[in-house]
Structure formats: structure tokens, C-alpha cells
């Protein structure tokens, strides 16, 4: 009788001893400023300070402005994206660096840069504020644009690495087939990239939500049109320091159930 071939048990290799010390390192350095946030936080009154006037308003802000940045980052962030993920796009390389300069600009930097191009002296907002008399900063739409500026290359570098995943001889057969560049997009592109779109969204929202340097810069600090939940967050630690450990702390709570709840719906993708 033949012996039933058995399945190798690949061999584990043992980290050496001297990475886990800088892993370790590394893992506290993330972890204990979380904790100590944790400990810190007034739990019996996080509730009341929840519901209080500015701290409502501006999470209220900050949920609304964070959603419609990613919902203009989807717009125009995955055209983008499909123009990046083109074999032999003339100057592929130096549009993914514009896109990606975001990611690695000083927020506050972002935010001069963008009064530069849009404020009333800019070199878009100039014109436009002599022909109309409206300037963008220091409004809730500046808030938006400039959590765009910062979040969109999140979705952009996340769909972009979707697309180039994809096998294209699904795309191919669509066209064979007979549908249209736009039809193929919304029936075989677009659900085969949804987990990357997802989760570049998700975390182009997380980034939006926590966005600082460029909203204070270009948007203002003004309680009920400029002052995201960040933003209270800076000015309750100029004279309170529990009430911003606690606004820290409903931020990361908000963020932390986010990233989960989407964790499992790409998880499931």
C-alpha cells in the first residue's frame, strides 16, 4: 500500500534576538502615549463634555467637512488614479510625485501654499475675488478644500495599486464583448477595485478628520465655521488641559470605530 504523501511543515525561523528589542521599542513608542490618554481621560464627565455647545459643534464640523472632503476626493481622485495606472502615461512618474508631495509637506507649509494659489491675492483666488468679491479662507469650504489638499493621495496611491492588480484581460473581454470604456468602468473596473476604494476612502476620512496645520493656516480658528474638533482640541489646551485629553480621547474612539466597522466591510469585499 502506498503511503500517503505528507505535506512539509515549512520551518519557522526565529527573529533575532536583536530586532525584538527595536520592535518592542517601536510598538511601546505607538502604544503608551494611547494609554496614557486613556488613563488620563475624565471619564465621569466625558459625556457632559460631549454634549456641551462647542464641542458638539465642532464634531458636528468636523464629521461634515471630513465626509464631503472624501466625497470630492472620490471624484476626483479615482480618474486620477486611472490616468496613473495607464501603461506608458508620458510623465507618470512626475504626476504620482505631485500627487504624493502632500503626504510628506508640513501641513502648515500646504496651507501657505494654498493661500498662494487661492486667497484673495492667489493666483486663482486673486481673480476671482475681484470679479465676484468672495475669497475662499477662512471659510467651512476652505476647511474642505484644504482636507482635500491633504487626505485625497491617500484614496489616489490606494486605488491606483487596485487597478494595477487587476488582470486586464477583464477589461479586454468587456470591450470584446461590445461595452463601452464607461461601461466597462462601472461593471467590471469599479467592483473589482471596491475593496482599495474602500479603504483608501476610509483612511482619506481618517486623515481628513484629523486634519490640522492646513485648516488652521488657510481656514481659521472660528468657532462654528472653522473650528474642527483638532482645532478645539488646540484651543481647550491653551487654558484646560482635561477638556483636551477628552476631546483627544472622542477623537480617537471615532476614529478607531471607523477604521473597524470599514475593516470588515473590505474585509469582506
Same mark, same amino acid.
Given at each position: 500500500?502506498?503511503?500517503?504523501?505528507?505535506?512539509?511543515?515549512?520551518?519557522?525561523?526565529? !527573529? *533575532?534576538?536583536?530586532?525584538?528589542?527595536? $520592535? #518592542? =521599542?517601536? @510598538?511601546? &513608542?505607538?502604544?503608551? +502615549?494611547?494609554? %496614557?490618554? /486613556?488613563?488620563?481621560?475624565?471619564?465621569?464627565?466625558?459625556?457632559?463634555?460631549?454634549?456641551?455647545?462647542?464641542?458638539?459643534?465642532?464634531?458636528?464640523?468636523?464629521?461634515?467637512?471630513?465626509?464631503?472632503?472624501?466625497?470630492?476626493?472620490?471624484?476626483?481622485?479615482?480618474?486620477?488614479?486611472?490616468?496613473?495606472?495607464?501603461?506608458? !502615461? *508620458?510623465?507618470?512618474?512626475?504626476?504620482? $510625485? #505631485? =500627487?504624493? @508631495?502632500? &503626504?510628506?509637506?508640513? +501641513?502648515?507649509? %500646504?496651507? /501657505?501654499?494654498?493661500?498662494?494659489?487661492?486667497?484673495?491675492?492667489?493666483?486663482?483666488?486673486?481673480?476671482?475675488?475681484?470679479?465676484?468679491?468672495?475669497?475662499?479662507?477662512?471659510?467651512?469650504?476652505?476647511?474642505?478644500?484644504?482636507?482635500?489638499?491633504?487626505?485625497?493621495?491617500?484614496?489616489?496611491?490606494?486605488?491606483?495599486?487596485? !487597478?494595477?492588480?487587476?488582470?486586464?484581460?477583464? $477589461?479586454? =473581454?468587456?470591450?470584446? &464583448?461590445?461595452?463601452? +470604456?464607461?461601461?466597462?468602468?462601472?461593471?467590471?473596473?469599479?467592483?473589482?477595485?471596491?475593496?482599495?476604494?474602500?479603504?483608501?476612502?476610509?483612511?482619506?476620512?481618517?486623515?481628513?478628520?484629523?486634519?490640522?496645520?492646513?485648516?488652521?493656516?488657510?481656514?481659521?480658528?472660528?468657532?462654528?465655521?472653522?473650528?474642527?474638533?483638532?482645532?478645539?482640541?488646540?484651543?481647550? !489646551?491653551?487654558?484646560?488641559?482635561?477638556?483636551?485629553?477628552?476631546?483627544?480621547?472622542?477623537?480617537?474612539?471615532?476614529?478607531?470605530?471607523?477604521?473597524?466597522?470599514?475593516?470588515?466591510?473590505?474585509?469582506?469585499?
Amino acid at each position: 500500500m502506498a503511503e500517503r504523501p505528507t505535506t512539509a511543515t515549512p520551518p519557522v525561523h526565529r !527573529l *533575532p534576538a536583536g530586532l525584538v528589542v527595536p $520592535a #518592542v =521599542v517601536g @510598538v511601546l &513608542l505607538m502604544v503608551v +502615549p494611547l494609554l %496614557g490618554l /486613556v488613563v488620563r481621560t475624565p471619564w465621569s464627565g466625558l459625556i457632559d463634555l460631549l454634549i456641551t455647545p462647542g464641542t458638539a459643534e465642532a464634531l458636528g464640523l468636523s464629521l461634515i467637512t471630513a465626509t464631503s472632503a472624501t466625497a470630492v476626493s472620490v471624484v476626483l481622485g479615482v480618474p486620477l488614479a486611472l490616468l496613473l495606472a495607464r501603461p506608458g !502615461l *508620458p510623465g507618470a512618474g512626475l504626476l504620482r $510625485a #505631485v =500627487v504624493t @508631495v502632500p &503626504l510628506v509637506l508640513p +501641513p502648515v507649509v %500646504g496651507g /501657505v501654499a494654498l493661500f498662494a494659489a487661492l486667497g484673495r491675492t492667489g493666483l486663482l483666488g486673486g481673480p476671482v475675488h475681484e470679479l465676484t468679491g468672495w475669497a475662499l479662507p477662512f471659510t467651512s469650504a476652505a476647511v474642505v478644500v484644504a482636507q482635500v489638499f491633504v487626505a485625497m493621495p491617500f484614496l489616489v496611491l490606494g486605488v491606483e495599486g487596485a !487597478l494595477r492588480a487587476l488582470d486586464p484581460r477583464h $477589461a479586454e =473581454v468587456a470591450a470584446l &464583448l461590445g461595452s463601452s +470604456p464607461w461601461r466597462t468602468f462601472w461593471t467590471v473596473t469599479l467592483p473589482l477595485i471596491r475593496p482599495g476604494l474602500v479603504s483608501g476612502a476610509v483612511l482619506t476620512w481618517a486623515r481628513a478628520l484629523g486634519e490640522f496645520g492646513a485648516t488652521i493656516t488657510f481656514a481659521g480658528n472660528f468657532p462654528g465655521t472653522t473650528r474642527t474638533l483638532p482645532l478645539q482640541v488646540y484651543t481647550s !489646551l491653551q487654558t484646560d488641559v482635561a477638556t483636551a485629553i477628552g476631546l483627544s480621547m472622542i477623537m480617537l474612539a471615532t476614529s478607531v470605530i471607523v477604521l473597524v466597522a470599514a475593516r470588515g466591510r473590505w474585509g469582506r469585499a
